[in-house]
């Protein structure tokens, strides 16, 4: 049987049909192309990212772990024998508790001062110069001879400048600070059995009256006198607040 040729309209039209066929396979590779080169490319800037992120907390942790050790170091600091504990452990200048900010000036728009003192079974321990503030210091002398700290690299709001105990109140805004907040600036715990590193029986006196409440929760208040004793009970000791506070 004779098999019929194919007309010339046929031939064009098989030949169409297998050049349509050839450009839609070949859009199908591209754009497979496209897509892998896109998830690569997301993958790898995922990648690079998390690099990124991994080397910027990595430098942070660092940096933290520097300042730290540069300010426990510091020469200072105070490393009298008398204190509950040093400066060496304290904050790094974040804030603290989520209230006590610090600046590269004391702020004094917000300004009270309030009295700490510390007895260990009838010894008193000193608070240091230095609380709150972030060395290197500007060392002074006071009238007595003592260290007085004139400045510093930052302040935090609550900080004290000399052994006596008063803690200077400083914010740009009132704002009630407690007794808490000061120790977490410090670096030192403080529960209802314990002060700094000593533990105990506590006995707490808030202007000369016994405080049987959380210490921590102890608000300060302008020209308010604070003692603790852990140990044995010191009776309560009166403070006089120097002329001009």
């Known amino acids: ?34 897509i892998a080169m896109s998830v690569g490319g997301v993958v790898l800037v995922g990648a690079l990212v998390g690099v990124g992120v991994w080397a910027f ?54 300004h009270i001062h309030s009295h700490l003192q510390i007895y260990v079974n009838g010894k008193q ?27 510093g690299k930052a302040f935090y709001f609550l900080h004290t400048h000399d052994e006596s105990g008063i803690i200077h109140v400083e914010s740009p805004t009132q704002q009630q600070y407690n007794l808490g907040n000061f120790f977490d600036v410090w670096g030192q715990p403080l529960s209802r059995g314990q002060i700094g590193p ?19 929760a102890i608000q300060f208040k302008n020209l308010e006198k604070i003692q603790i004793d852990i140990g044995s009970v010191t009776p309560y000791k009166d403070f006089t607040w120097p002329q001009g506070y």
């Not at 490393?79 to 304290?90: D, F």
């Open 125 to 151: 321990e000193m608070v240091p110069y230095g609380v709150g503030i972030i060395p290197p210091y500007s060392l002074q002398q006071a009238q007595d001879g003592s260290a007085f700290v004139g400045g």
């Open 198 to 216: 000593d533990k105990g029986t506590m006995t707490v006196f808030v202007d000369g009256k016994v405080y049987t409440g959380d210490p921590r």
């Open 1 to 34: 049987m004779t098999q019929n040729k194919p007309s010339n309209s046929e031939r064009r039209r098989i030949a169409q049909e297998k050049i349509a066929a050839q450009r839609a396979a070949e859009a199908r590779r591209q754009r497979n192309v496209t």
């Open 57 to 110: 907390n990595s430098q942070k942790a660092q940096t933290v772990k520097q300042d730290a050790a540069a300010q426990a170091s510091d020469p200072s600091i105070d490393k009298s024998a008398t204190l509950l504990a040093s400066t060496a452990h304290q904050a790094d200048g974040n804030a603290v508790d989520g209230v006590v900010q610090s600046n590269s000036m004391e702020q004094t728009v917000y």
